[in-house]
């Protein structure tokens, strides 16, 4: 995407945002709302639709209009009942505000907002004006995240994430997008741990040499091919030890493991679908210990199950329990840099074509995963759409400071990313159960 029309995505999706947090503060159901990106041809300038079901049995329509600049906007013509107008403009501080007499019009400068007008038949003002100078435009959500005073304002939600969040996992399909980092609280290793233990393996526990050709060559030395190939290293045995042979930290069938949270997530919401960036089979285990029926996708040759109550998508391949000699699991695994770099330049691969339709028209919710991969941020770069969001659940560290939860609450949000920060991987389960 071009950077001006880059730029104006980006505007959009915090006006939606924005509009969204409108209706939390004004007490709509999540379960009211539909948005709808077709139905307007007799007005080229809206960019969506709104469907409402009010309290009171009626059905409300609005229409909604972003406009890049006050330029040539007749806010007058546009006063109009069921009209959202949403206008960027350079200073909201000092913009003179139009109030209309039927319409809900929007100031934004991307750092503030000034709400005027009529949700639901009854007039609203609201204003976000940031006295904090060190404020910076895009910490919209982070400010939405961090607002205790509209806290509890709305029946449905307690907050505007979990507001979000039950909006989208209700209207749209849910994947579970799952990385490493889901098996952590078992004992397992995350990726970067993963990497960091086979390289001390392969280079037989010489870290000195590993951080001087790290240098040089990258983070991810060990998943060169070229030099497993040559070495004469076993590196699916390896693998399979570090997946399975760990010492676990808590059994697979602690309930309040991450992974048996997503479990119950799965059978409670028929049809929920997963993208597992993981070799390992210990999803598979839990259900199958639950009867509950899956088919595991992990290369061309798989099926998915009439019956079955969840797929689950192994994009970057398959290794079950000591079948790292097995040539079909071999095969479909990603694991060294010419197998990623053939992958990601491979749009039309079946692999790609998953996480791009999902990534786009679904809400996926990813666990586990830490974002570092630049081939996954240049799929969500890609996999636009302008009237829906993904949710990214993330850990908060010891020590790290708040300034920087904020700065990485924003740059996900650039990847279309609602972040929810956990203190311990224990409340991915009460978020997921609260859906």
């Not at 497993?228 to 309040?256: C, I, Q, R, V, W």
């Not at 039309?348 to 028209?361: A, E, G, R, V």
């Not at 790290?400 to 929810?420: C, G, H, K, P, Q």
Request: with cysteine.
């Amino acid at each position: 995407m071009e950077k001006k029309a880059r730029d104006n995505y980006i505007f959009n999706k915090k006006s939606l945002l924005i509009i969204l947090y409108l209706f939390y503060i004004n007490n709509v159901d999540y379960k009211d709302i539909i948005l709808r990106s077709f139905g307007f041809h007799f007005d080229p300038t809206c960019n969506f639709k709104m469907i409402i079901n009010s309290k009171k049995m009626h059905i409300h329509k609005y229409v909604v209009h972003f406009f890049l600049s006050s330029a040539g906007v007749n806010l007058l013509k546009l006063d109009v009942m069921g009209n959202i107008n949403l206008i960027k403009v350079k200073d909201v501080k000092n913009y003179e505000i139009y109030t209309p007499e039927a319409s809900l019009n929007i100031y934004f400068d991307e750092a503030n907002f000034v709400a005027r007008g009529y949700i639901e038949g009854n007039f609203f003002e609201y204003q976000l004006i940031k006295k904090d100078k060190n404020w910076l435009k895009d910490d919209l959500l982070y400010y939405f995240v961090k607002d205790d005073d509209n806290k509890h304002q709305n029946d449905s939600a307690e907050n505007f994430i979990l507001y979000l969040l039950r909006f989208y996992t209700t209207k749209l399909k849910t994947d579970l997008v799952m990385g490493a980092g889901i098996n952590c609280d078992y004992g397992a290793k995350d990726w970067r741990n993963l990497i960091k233990a086979l390289n001390e393996e392969f280079y037989k526990g010489d870290v000195k040499a590993i951080e001087e050709i790290k240098h040089f060559v990258g983070d991810e030395l060990f998943v060169n091919g070229k030099v497993m190939k040559t070495s004469g290293f076993d590196t699916y045995k390896s693998l399979n030890n570090e997946l399975y042979l760990f010492k676990e930290a808590k059994s697979f069938n602690d309930p309040n493991s991450t992974l048996y949270n997503c479990v119950n997530y799965i059978e409670k919401h028929k049809g929920t679908e997963v993208i597992t960036y993981n070799y390992d089979t210990n999803l598979e285990y839990l259900l199958k210990k639950r009867n509950i029926l899956y088919s595991s996708v992990y290369d061309e040759n798989s099926f998915i199950l009439k019956d079955s109550q969840v797929s689950i998508y192994h994009v970057h391949g398959l290794l079950p329990f000591d079948k790292y000699k097995e040539k079909k699991y071999i095969d479909s695994l990603i694991f060294n840099e010419s197998e990623y770099f053939y992958l990601y330049n491979n749009p039309y691969s079946w692999n790609i074509s998953k996480q791009m339709h999902d990534f786009t028209f679904c809400t996926c919710l990813f666990i586990g995963l830490s974002l570092t991969d630049p081939n996954m941020k240049r799929l969500l770069e890609a996999a636009t759409n302008p009237l829906k969001f993904n949710f990214i659940f993330m850990k908060k560290e010891d020590g790290f400071s708040e300034d920087t939860y904020r700065a990485v609450t924003n740059y996900f949000f650039s990847y279309d990313l609602i972040t929810i920060w956990i203190d311990s991987y224990s409340q991915i389960g009460d978020w997921l159960n609260s859906i």
